[in-house]
């Protein structure tokens, strides 16, 4: 493709889209390669008050824990008198045998000071785990006791079926 101003071609770029449904129902062409997201549910953890609770905001980074916050790389640098500990699981929920199931489970740690309006949080791990709960991956084992039991609950309350069928791997490390 050329660019008028200057005679030199420009770059494609490798960007992709997100959808919210199927607009090609399976073939190919326009759209392919689209990353759908219907599945796909964040679950915050609030760690001090072992509480869960589901917010889609955090699809776009503008749930209400995230809202007003400058997120910054470096933990230390978040000002420890005001911070609350939170995990940011993905879930995505899947079907096999006919039977919904959650398919992957991913848990990110992060800190909010709204005060301060500062919060960390790995962007790039949190982007990750979400791919990794899309693919239907399993990581919840390095989350603290607590959270996890609170995860536990949450996910054998809200569908009791969908907790049966879940692999192994996600009952053995949320077993605590």
């Not at 399976?26 to 964040?42: F, K, R």
């Not at 503008?62 to 470096?74: A, Q, T």
């Not at 995990?87 to 992957?104: E, H, M, R, S």
Request: hydrophobic content about 40%; glycine content about 8%.
């Amino acid at each position: 493709m050329l660019n008028n101003d200057n005679g030199k071609k420009q770059k494609r770029s490798a960007g992709f889209t997100i959808l919210s449904n199927d607009a090609n129902d399976g073939h190919g062409g326009y759209g392919a390669g689209t990353l759908n997201l219907d599945q796909v549910t964040p679950l915050f953890i609030d760690v001090e008050a072992e509480e869960a609770f589901i917010d889609m905001g955090a699809m776009h980074a503008r749930s209400e824990v995230e809202k007003r916050v400058k997120f910054i790389p470096d933990a230390d640098a978040v000002p420890k008198e005001g911070e609350k500990a939170y995990w940011l699981v993905w879930i995505t929920i899947g079907v096999k045998d006919k039977q919904p199931y959650y398919a992957g489970v991913a848990g990110c740690y992060m800190t909010v000071n709204k005060k301060a309006k500062r919060g960390y949080k790995n962007l790039p791990e949190h982007v990750n785990y979400m791919d990794k709960s899309i693919k239907g991956h399993i990581l919840v084992d390095h989350m603290d006791v607590r959270s996890r039991a609170v995860l536990k609950d949450f996910l054998k309350a809200h569908n009791e079926a969908m907790w049966h069928h879940a692999d192994a791997k996600l009952h053995q490390d949320l077993d605590v």
